[in-house]
């Protein structure tokens, strides 16, 4: 070997399987993974033996981790949540038959204001970042409350849990209740309050890193709206909110903001649409609406969940992907009920049924294999880390789950002759296709047995 020694604290063997372009599966098996002490990928290597790979990179005090015994296990790229509320989790499931705007009022604000009870927000952002991370999810981009300690508290617990995070402190002057509503200053105080305590506590942003968060454009007044959006630009910060989930919605942002052609408009005219802006539903936006997302670069995180549970709509996923537009996948919690990507990813199969039964357009069906893009690669493009994570490549970041289909307490039977192994190449691509299928609709946190972020084991049953 020639160059410096690589310094390798980790090799991983076994099958590893991702999601390298739009709908495609790509397999390695008998593969093996080196893992510096970063985290980062060094090596990446298949039909080696582990021994083989020792002597020609001359490692010492490696750990190894070999899985490579056949049946049904396989390394997946951690899962990425574009859009979730931590401390809505409690209200997972509570929903009633309430849609957007009544949703809000009835089950929403009162819990988030609560939270401004540290000891109560410690126990909720404890519960909910363990609950992603045992579902695989190495990365979120959290909405927190407007509350500046609490919303440290989450950026804490990210870090101490090894999640990686953005924390975004929410944003919301105007039409919202007595109770759960700043004045301009306060949430511009609170918002620099929460970037200083972030990039002090971790001031590279290996693992946290902050979010410019207002809710939605009716919960901002103009002047808030365009200090973020100035801030944004100053220091290139990502930003995230709501956009076109609901028909009341847009109808009520058009009332105040009637110079504004459209919802979208509102953002880019005070500069919050550009690469670094995640945008959650954008379901019912204009042709016009979609260019404008499109030049900005901005990304549309697709809640299927949420959108289903609080009829909202069905997101046009393949318009947009098609259009040019980024697009990842949120759980949206608790407008969703479920913490779990996995089963986003599989319920954004199922609406894109729905929406195809409503277009007649087959190419509307989104595959198994085009959700997994969208929950792995698809998010790390919107929050900026597409380089460093969502796919098994050299220069990326060990964020990965290990997949056990048959693990304890596995939902997922596999039949001997389902199990994959090599008997010709295409037999073998659609075994493991078949088995990849059968993970996303019947899975859950049982089948992801360990979980690793920046190369920590964050996760092990
Ligand atoms: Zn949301």
Known sequence: MTGAKLNVRALYKGTF????????????????????????????????????VIEDFDLEEVETVDVDHGGNKFFFPG???????????????????????????TYTFPLEASLKDLTKAKLVY???????????????????TIDTDATNLLADLSIEHGQRAFIGKVCMNQNSPDYYCETFEESKESTLKVIEHINKVDPHNKL???????????????????????????????????ICENKDEIKWVHELYPDAEGYTDVYKDHNLLD????????????????????????????????NSSITSGECRVRWLLDNGIPV?????????????ILQTARQAVLVSR???????????????EDVLYLATQGGAKLVGLNDKIGSFELGKQWDVQLVDLDAKGSQVDVFEWQVPHIVEIETYKLKWSNVIAKWLFNGDDRNTTKVWVNGRLVKAL
């Not at 195809?356 to 190419?363: D, F, I, N, R, V």
């Open 17 to 52: 399987i991702h999601t390298p372009v739009l709908g495609s599966l790509e397999v390695i098996e008998h593969g093996i993974v080196g893992v510096d002490h970063d985290g980062t990928i060094v090596i990446l290597e298949r039909n080696r033996s582990l021994e083989q």
């Open 208 to 242: 946290v890193a902050p979010i410019l968060t207002p809710r939605f454009a009716p919960s901002c007044t103009d002047e808030l709206l365009h200090w973020l959006g100035n801030l944004k630009k100053e220091h290139g910060y990502h930003s995230q909110t709501h």
């Open 275 to 306: 690469e670094k802006t995640i945008l959650a539903h954008a379901i019912h936006l204009t042709e016009h609406e979609k260019d404008m997302i499109r030049d900005t670069g901005a990304g549309v995180s697709h809640c299927p969940i949420s």
């Open 328 to 340: 990842g996948l949120g759980t949206d919690v608790s407008g969703g009920f479920s913490p779990s």
């Open 126 to 144: 404890d519960k909910v970042i363990e609950r992603t991370l045992g579902n695989g999810t190495t990365c979120a981009s959290y909405y927190a």
């Open 79 to 105: 899962f990425i949540d574009t859009h979730i509320h931590a401390p809505q989790y409690p209200n997972n499931g509570i929903f009633g038959n309430s849609t957007l705007l009544d949703w809000l009022t």
């Open 354 to 368: 729905h929406l195809a039964m409503s277009t007649a357009l087959e190419k509307d069906k989104l595959s198994v």
